[in-house]
């Protein structure tokens, strides 16, 4: 049974930092593409970040490319997500989920794994 959960969400004032890990179970996340994705009040989920150790790649959305950085922890079976220089807009509940079909890496069905989220806001 895979379960993924994510921790570090919290409040934080704009132009701080947080760091998201996603603990993964019944799976290695060295063997999958994982992802970060985010929802905002009022918006859609959205693909924040992905890595895939198979292909040593990393992957981000432009709104968050130099300021968030997308990690694996294999000891500790854990993907990380580290964000620096937060805005008030990246204030959403962040997901963690692992890719099962191959292909991109921005699409949801892409993803059969998914956490149930932690909040993050960003006060101005």
């Known amino acids: 049974q895979v379960q993924l959960v994510e921790s570090g969400g919290g409040l934080v004032q704009a132009g701080g930092s947080l760091r998201l890990s996603c603990a993964a179970s019944g799976l290695t996340v060295t063997s999958y593409a994982m992802g970060w994705f985010r929802q905002a009040p009022g918006k859609e989920r959205e693909f924040i970040a992905a890595?895939?150790?198979?292909?040593?790649?990393?992957f981000y959305a432009d709104s968050v490319q130099g300021r968030f950085t997308v990690s694996t922890d294999n000891a500790q079976n854990t993907v990380d997500l580290q964000m620096n220089s937060l805005k008030p807009e990246d204030t959403a509940v962040y997901y963690c989920?692992?890719?099962?079909?191959?292909?991109?890496?921005?699409?949801?069905?892409?993803?059969?794994?998914w956490g149930q989220g932690t909040q993050v806001t960003v006060s101005s």
């Open positions: 989920a692992a890719r099962l079909h191959s292909g991109g890496y921005v699409e949801e069905y892409r993803y059969a794994y």
């Open positions: 890595i895939s150790r198979s292909i040593g790649a990393t």
